[in-house]
C-alpha cells in the first residue's frame, strides 16, 4: 500500500528555519508521474508550494529563494528545506505524489511560526 508519511512541523520564531520530510512507502519515487509539496493555512485553499516533477524544482512565488526541495531516492524521500520562516507561512505541509493515474497524500504536518 502507498504511504506518504511527513515529519519536521514544528513551532518557530519568524527568521527561523525547518527541514520537513515525507517518506514514501510502497511505491518508489523513480517512478512517480508527479511529486509537490503543498501547504494549507486556516480559511484558504491548499496551494502548491514546490514542484519536483521535473530534475529542476519550481516554486511559489512567495517562497522562492527561501525554500528548497530535495529528494533522496536512495532514502525514498523528498524533502522541504525552509529558511527565513515568515508569520505567512504558518500552515499545514502536505507532500503529494502521482504513480500513474492515482495521487497520494501524507497525513500533513504543521508549521507554525510567530512574529
Known amino acids: 500500500q502507498v504511504q506518504l508519511t511527513e515529519s519536521g512541523g514544528d513551532l518557530v520564531q519568524a527568521g527561523g528555519s525547518l527541514r520537513l520530510s515525507c517518506a514514501a512507502s510502497g511505491r518508489s519515487i523513480f517512478s512517480l508521474k508527479a511529486m509537490g509539496w503543498y501547504r494549507q493555512a486556516p480559511g484558504k485553499q491548499r496551494e502548491l508550494v514546490a514542484d519536483l516533477t521535473s530534475g529542476i524544482s519550481n516554486y511559489a512565488d512567495s517562497v522562492k529563494g527561501r525554500f528548497t526541495a530535495s529528494r533522496d531516492n536512495a532514502k525514498n524521500t523528498v524533502y522541504l528545506q525552509m529558511n527565513s520562516l515568515k508569520p505567512e507561512d504558518t500552515a499545514v505541509y502536505y507532500c503529494?505524489?502521482?504513480?500513474?493515474?492515482?495521487?497520494?497524500w501524507g497525513q500533513g504536518t504543521q508549521v507554525t511560526v510567530s512574529g
Open positions: 503529494n505524489g502521482v504513480w500513474g493515474p492515482y495521487t497520494y
